[in-house]
Every structure is written in structure tokens, then in C-alpha cells.
């Protein structure tokens, strides 16, 4: 999984920011995803990012799962950050939109904007391409990693 | 948090909830089953088509509750402009009808927030678990129950099995002491205000908050319900008080109070922390010389006495802060050093599950009473739910608020969140009784203060933010 970087340097980024309470209306995940990083970032899209880097507690707010499926279909498979708020990091893996990567402040200081990343959830590494560095990811919770593997909480079966 | 570990120290309320409703453990995570799911047109719509394309059924339609509040136009008399929103209530009242669910749609006189409403029909009860699609569910856990927001996939996860997976919280104790000098001034509103301005929007990260203490259990249900609700702009997973004899008396007699409501008082009595369980981490706050709050920036955080000024980003130790304080002042358009008191406002939003129960709206009537809203300002009071409604134009606060230049709204979410045609234009500024003052929450370019609804209809009278312990 390698693709680009689109670093915000910023704490408690928010579901409201990610997608403005406006569009939770629209059902079409393409056209949500259009309004995706609206409220802080029109120029997103042009930046055509396969992660988002950011810092402590993003996806405060809102539950919308509108604010997950908006980046996923924006092109995101990931989000890096030092910290997520609870109810995005389950609905990211619940809907099995995109990863929710909790990593270290080296990694968060020092992967730039635009660098090119490669992820490596089995081995737990985040792979800095551009800049040739590699830090760990915190691995995922046991029951997270589960639902990761099957796909979403639907495909989840408890033993 | 294993009955092993319970049988043999005393265990905290969270503790006592989540071990009578764990049906299976994987590792952290436990299945817990769920007493109650409320539901509302927004975050449902993909759930039921989830159901619908497996085929699956609600499991407990019985135990399912369902609402509009976030779309619905709070004047009711104009035909829906917005034929997205409309849909989706349409689709809402569709997927009732199909599954069985008990719906208060609009036009119904129970209609209302949804965190509103649960505890005036007495939906919402003490030991309980409560789901509901929308972070603000922390607001039930006033009445000692387990209450979280929940995202969509796990909506439909509920609806089909009852069930939720939840990773175990931390237990978090945050203890409230002291004595309010003027509690018609200094609000429960308040409280929370400072306590997220001193633990931070990630502060809660991870745990469950109980609010204990004797500045906790002297607030009424109404202002315990204001505390709880902003326990996720804590960042926390839920909220908690334990229930009381307050708790009890606001249960008693409502719609769907259980009939055996003695004996589940008996149990509700059981309902409180053990003296020796142990929290994870403790946070204390003295009241005592609480001043009336009021937000200067774009994060809940980012609040200061109304006694202050707006705070110069130079001064924070830490760059990150620092950075996200700028930024936020450059959004409000403030500079620093400006008293918060000289801050001039554009609208007022008396509103939102936060702040929009009838103890709320006869607050800030009393600030109201015999006043005008100064010209230029544009405020509004929209009650939380219609039975809030009726009951305050019995009490003939709707006439306080109307004679003063308010425009008096029927029930909904309104100007909270910019989703339905209440919605602050680029650059306008607004004292709001509601939860979040996030860039672009009450509509694209809006600015937002946080504040009491006391504190907001004086706002609306004076035209700028004014200290509202010089009012009473």
C-alpha cells in the first residue's frame, strides 16, 4: 500500500471540518466525497493524497460516518495520526472505509507533506519512501485487527 | 473489570453497569448488549438498507426508538425547501413502518432531540445501555446509564443483533466540589466549560467520566443532562452521574417509566460507586469562584472567563497550542487582548440538546423579561423538544421571549450544526447555548462563542457578551 502523503500539522481535527454537517444528506459517496476536507482544505482534492498525517485526536465530533466514507471514496486508505477520537476510528473500521494508524510523534514530526509512504500492517511498519526512514505504527487492538481481517464488523464472526 | 477481579474489591459505577450487560469478551473488547437504541433520520438511512440488502430484521424493535430532529426546519409552517432533507425524513417514517418502530416524526407532539426527549418520556433510565447514532448520547448518562454515540455501521450492527462490541473504557473520576456564589449566573453550562478549558478536548481520551461531588449531585437532572452531554468535547466515551433521589422523582410517572418503577428503584439504589473501587484517574475542580464561561476560539477548549480577554496565542507554552490558537483567532477574527465583554455579536442561538430544557429557557426568560433584543441582533430560542415547547408557552415564556424581538421555533437541532436551513452566514458572529464552536459547525465561514444560556440571551439584549452575575 504506497502512495502519497497530505500532512496537516494540526490536533483535534474534526468531523465537522472533514465533512460539513451540510452534506449528510447526500447518500452518493462520490459526490460526499467531493465535499471531503472541506471545512479547512478546499484544495484537498488537487492534492491527490492516499494519507492523511495529522496529530492528536483527529476525528473529534460528530459520529457521522459520513466523514470516513468521504475520505475513503476521496482516495484514502489511511490516516496516520498520534491519536484518534473513538467513534471515527470505529466507524473507520466498522464501515472498513480506510486504516486507522496510530503513530509515534518521530513519525508525525518528520514525514513531510507530499512524501511518497508505503504501509506495512503485518509487519506494523510505516515505510517513508522519499525521505528513506521507517518508524512503527502502534499495532492495532486484537478485536480491531479481527474486524480489520474480515473486512468490516458484518464480516466479523466471534468463535 | 472481570467478575473475578469485582468479587473481591468494590467496583465503580461504570464497572457495575458493564458487568450486567457483557455477553462475550474478546481480549479488550467486550459484546454488550443494549437496552435501548434511539435512532434519527441522519445516520440511520444506510443502516436500514444494510438490513434491508441482507436481509436481515431489527431485533428489538420494541427497545427502538426513533425521532427527526437534525434535518427538520424549526418553522414548521413553510413547506420544505430542502428536498434532501425531506427524503430523508421520508425515509426515516418508510424504514419505521417496515421494521416496527416506534417513531416521533414530525407533526408528532413527542418529536423533539433525541437527548431530549429520552428522558422526558422515560426512555432513558438509570443502569440502562443506550445507543443512539450521534455523539451527543453522552447527555443519558446524567441518569447513571451507560450512553455512547455510536457511527453508523455499528447503528445497523444494533438494530440487527441488539448488541454492540465496545472496547473496556478507563473509568475516570471527576470530582466537582465547592459552591457555586451565584447559581443563577454560574451555570452547570459553565462547569463543563471549564472543566474541558482545564482537561482539554482529548482530556476524557479513552475513558468513561463520572461526575461526583457535591457541586455534581446538587444540580438538578436538567443541568446534570448539560453536563454530561459535552463529555465527548472531552474527548470521552461517555458520561456519568450516579442516579439519586432527584434522579427517581424526574423518572416517576413519565410515559414509559416501566410500570415496576418501585421496584426498579430498589435496584437503581445499587447504582453508585463502591468507597473502595478504584478509578483509573481522578480530575478535580473547585466552583467555588467559578466564573460565567465563554469560548473565544474554534475548540471547546478554547474558552476564558467572561472577566477576561481574548488570549494573546504568544503565550502558550506549547507550539502546538500555540498554532491552533492563532489559527482559531484568525477564523473568529479576534485579537488578542480584546475583553471578552466588548466582543460584539451578530445572532443568538438559545438551543440544542445542550442547553434547550425548560429550565434552560426559564433562565434565560428571566434575563429576558421586559427587554429588547438590541437592534441589529437576530436571536432565536429553539425548545429541545415540543413537549419542552408546550410546557414553557404554558409557563408564558414563549410571550417573554416574542415581546422582546426573540423568534420563539418549534423543536429540532437548528443552528447546533448547520445542517438545516438555520445557519449562520460567513462572518456572522453568534452567542450559542449549544456543544461545539468548531470552524464552519453553525454553517460555512460562522463564528461561533460557546456560553450559557443565561449568558446568550444577555448577549442578544446588550449586543455583546456581558457578565451575567451583574444581571441577577
Redesign the interface.
Known amino acids: 500500500m504506497s502512495g502519497k502523503v497530505v500532512r496537516y500539522?494540526?490536533?483535534?481535527i474534526?468531523t465537522?471540518?472533514i465533512i460539513?454537517?451540510?452534506y449528510?444528506?447526500?447518500?452518493d459517496y462520490e459526490e460526499l466525497a467531493r465535499h471531503a476536507m472541506e471545512?479547512?482544505d478546499p484544495d484537498f482534492h488537487s492534492k491527490k493524497g492516499s494519507y492523511i498525517l495529522a496529530?492528536?485526536?483527529f476525528g473529534?465530533?460528530?459520529?457521522?460516518?459520513h466523514a470516513p466514507i468521504a475520505l475513503a471514496h476521496s482516495g484514502i486508505k489511511a490516516v496516520l495520526a498520534l491519536?484518534f477520537?473513538?467513534?471515527f476510528y470505529?466507524?473507520a473500521v466498522?464501515?472498513a472505509f480506510l486504516l486507522p494508524i496510530e503513530i509515534g510523534e518521530d513519525a508525525y514530526q518528520k514525514i513531510a507533506d507530499g512524501s511518497e509512504i508505503d504501509i506495512d500492517v503485518g509487519a506494523g511498519l510505516v515505510r517513508d519512501i522519499t525521505a528513506g526512514a521507517q518508524y512503527k505504527m502502534r499495532p492495532f487492538?486484537?478485536?480491531?485487527s479481527?474486524?480489520i481481517e474480515a473486512g468490516?464488523?458484518?464480516g466479523y464472526k466471534?468463535e | 473489570m472481570g467478575t473475578s477481579q469485582s468479587d473481591i474489591m468494590g467496583r465503580t459505577l461504570l464497572e457495575k453497569i458493564w458487568d450486567s450487560h457483557v455477553i462475550?469478551d474478546?481480549?479488550?473488547?467486550s459484546?454488550l448488549y443494549v437496552d435501548r437504541h434511539l435512532i434519527h433520520e441522519?445516520?440511520s438511512?444506510?443502516a436500514f438498507e444494510?438490513l434491508r440488502l441482507?436481509g436481515r430484521s431489527v431485533r428489538r424493535p420494541d427497545l427502538t426508538v426513533a425521532t427527526m430532529d437534525?434535518?427538520v426546519p424549526t418553522s414548521r409552517s413553510l413547506p420544505m425547501a430542502?428536498q434532501?432533507?425531506e427524503?430523508?425524513m421520508r425515509a426515516l417514517e418508510r424504514n419505521c413502518t417496515e421494521f416496527g418502530i416506534r417513531l416521533f416524526g414530525i407533526g408528532s407532539p413527542r418529536q423533539g432531540i433525541v437527548h431530549v426527549i429520552g428522558p422526558q418520556l422515560g426512555i432513558t433510565l438509570p443502569g440502562t445501555t443506550i445507543v443512539c447514532?450521534?455523539?451527543h448520547t453522552s447527555t443519558h448518562g446524567a441518569f447513571g446509564a451507560l450512553a455512547l454515540?455510536?457511527?453508523?455501521?455499528?447503528v445497523?450492527?444494533v438494530l440487527a443483533s441488539q448488541t454492540l462490541?465496545l472496547?473496556r473504557p478507563k473509568t475516570l473520576e471527576v470530582a466537582v466540589s465547592g459552591v457555586r456564589k451565584n447559581p443563577l449566573a454560574v451555570t452547570a453550562k459553565d462547569i463543563m466549560l471549564m472543566i474541558i478549558r482545564k482537561m482539554g478536548?482529548?482530556g476524557g481520551?479513552?475513558s468513561v467520566m463520572e461526575y461526583r461531588g457535591q457541586a455534581i449531585t446538587a444540580l438538578s437532572m436538567e443541568q446534570r443532562m448539560t453536563i454530561c452531554n459535552m463529555s465527548?468535547e472531552a474527548?470521552a466515551?461517555a458520561g456519568l452521574v450516579a442516579p439519586d433521589e432527584k434522579t427517581f422523582e424526574y423518572l416517576e410517572g413519565r410515559e414509559f417509566t416501566p410500570t415496576n418503577f418501585d421496584s426498579l428503584v430498589g435496584e437503581w439504589r445499587e447504582l453508585y460507586t463502591d468507597q473502595d473501587a478504584k478509578f483509573d484517574g481522578t480530575f478535580e475542580l473547585d466552583i467555588g469562584n467559578l466564573a460565567p464561561q465563554v469560548s473565544w476560539g474554534t475548540?471547546p477548549e478554547m474558552t476564558c472567563d467572561i472577566t477576561q480577554n481574548v488570549p494573546d496565542p504568544a503565550e502558550f507554552a506549547d507550539e502546538?497550542k500555540m498554532?491552533?490558537a492563532q489559527?482559531a483567532l484568525e477564523y473568529m477574527d479576534l485579537v488578542p487582548g480584546t475583553p471578552m465583554q466588548e466582543i460584539k455579536i451578530d445572532r443568538v442561538f438559545i438551543g440544542s440538546c445542550t442547553n434547550a430544557r425548560i429550565e434552560d429557557l426559564t433562565e434565560a426568560a428571566e434575563i429576558v423579561r421586559g427587554q429588547k433584543v438590541l437592534p441589529g441582533v437576530s436571536a432565536m430560542v429553539v425548545p429541545g423538544s415540543q413537549m419542552v415547547k408546550t410546557e414553557a408557552e404554558k409557563m408564558g415564556l414563549d410571550s417573554v421571549f416574542i415581546d422582546a424581538g426573540f423568534e420563539w421555533r418549534e423543536s429540532g437541532c437548528s443552528m447546533c450544526?448547520?445542517?438545516n436551513p438555520d445557519?449562520l452566514l460567513p462572518g456572522e458572529r453568534c452567542a450559542s447555548t449549544s456543544n461545539?464552536n468548531?470552524?464552519?459547525?453553525q454553517?460555512?465561514g460562522g463564528r461561533t462563542h460557546l456560553a450559557s444560556p443565561v449568558m446568550a440571551a444577555a448577549a442578544a439584549i446588550h449586543g455583546h457578551f456581558v457578565d451575567a452575575r451583574d444581571l441577577f
Do not use: Y
Open positions: 500539522g494540526r490536533d483535534n474534526d465537522d471540518v460539513p454537517g451540510q449528510l444528506k447526500i447518500h471545512g479547512m496529530g492528536k485526536n473529534c465530533g460528530s459520529s457521522r460516518e491519536s477520537a473513538r467513534i470505529r466507524n466498522d464501515g487492538p486484537e478485536m480491531i479481527k474486524i468490516g464488523l458484518f466471534p | 462475550a474478546e481480549g479488550n473488547t459484546l441522519v445516520t438511512p444506510q444494510g441482507a437534525h434535518n430542502d434532501t432533507s427524503a430523508q447514532g450521534d455523539s454515540g455510536i457511527g453508523t455501521s455499528d445497523e450492527h462490541w472496547e478536548t482529548g481520551a479513552g465527548i474527548g466515551r475548540s502546538q498554532r491552533a489559527r450544526l448547520g445542517m445557519i461545539r468548531f470552524e464552519g459547525r454553517g460555512a
